[in-house]
T-cell receptor, first 110, second 113 residues
């Protein structure tokens, strides 16, 4: 896996965009970047993944820098239910094992 | 789509007994499933990779004789914690791989008394 670095915690006002950064400076050319979130006492929920192009789905947008050394997950209109720990993962292609870091604990404030 | 279930969601057992946890992919077939463990206030730790029809691959430090994994079909993997002890109390989570994405189950809370 490419090592990923995320801030331990962030706050976001309800209704505003939440921008969660992730550094993965050692990522190789064929390693995807995945984002998951975990709400307390639940299994992680898949959000989005990408290789080098920006991606958008119904949950979020993923912006990957041109050099692929960092990415940002954007929740466009954060709600209280988006309060969770967000994990950025860049697994090796072979086997696709995920080695989770400590993630970012996002708190959405009313 | 891409739903993964686990059973049971919560189990309490006595020290020395064995506990089986099931992980099922409900709407897709999964050649590969993964088992994780999570202690309170910690991140998920990968325990093993389970491949249908073959032996599981365990991460370093995980005892294969204590955590028995069987992946007998494309929709079912089981984790058996043998001779459980209080230190095995944890949140066990499985995931199943569909194409290039892992989908996680809701987790099983194991408490060993």
């Amino acid at each position: 896996d490419a090592k990923t670095t995320q801030p331990p915690s962030m706050d976001c006002a309800e209704g505003r965009a939440a921008n969660l950064p992730c550094n993965h400076s050692t990522i190789s050319g064929n390693e995807y970047v995945y984002w998951y979130r975990q709400i307390h006492s639940q299994g992680p929920q898949y959000i989005i993944h990408g290789l080098k192009n920006n991606e958008t789905n119904e949950m979020a947008s993923l912006i990957i820098t041109e050099d692929r050394k960092s990415s940002t997950l954007i929740l466009p209109h954060a709600t209280l239910r988006d309060t969770a720990v967000y994990y950025c993962i860049a697994p090796r292609n072979t086997g696709n094992q995920f080695y989770f870091g400590t993630g970012t604990s996002l708190t959405v404030i009313p | 789509g891409a739903v993964v279930s686990q059973h049971p969601s919560r189990v309490i057992c006595k020290s020395g007994t064995s506990v089986k946890i099931e992980c099922r992919s409900l709407d897709f077939q999964a050649t590969t499933m993964f088992w994780y463990r999570q202690f309170p206030k910690q991140s998920l730790m990968l325990m093993a990779t389970s491949n249908e029809g073959s032996k599981a691959t365990y991460e370093q430090g995980v005892e294969k004789d204590k955590f028995l994994i069987n992946h007998a079909s494309l929709t079912l993997s089981t984790l058996t914690v043998t001779s459980a002890h209080p230190e095995d109390s944890s949140f066990y989570i499985c995931s199943a791989q569909e194409t290039d994405t892992q989908y996680f189950g809701p987790g099983t809370r194991l408490t060993v008394l």
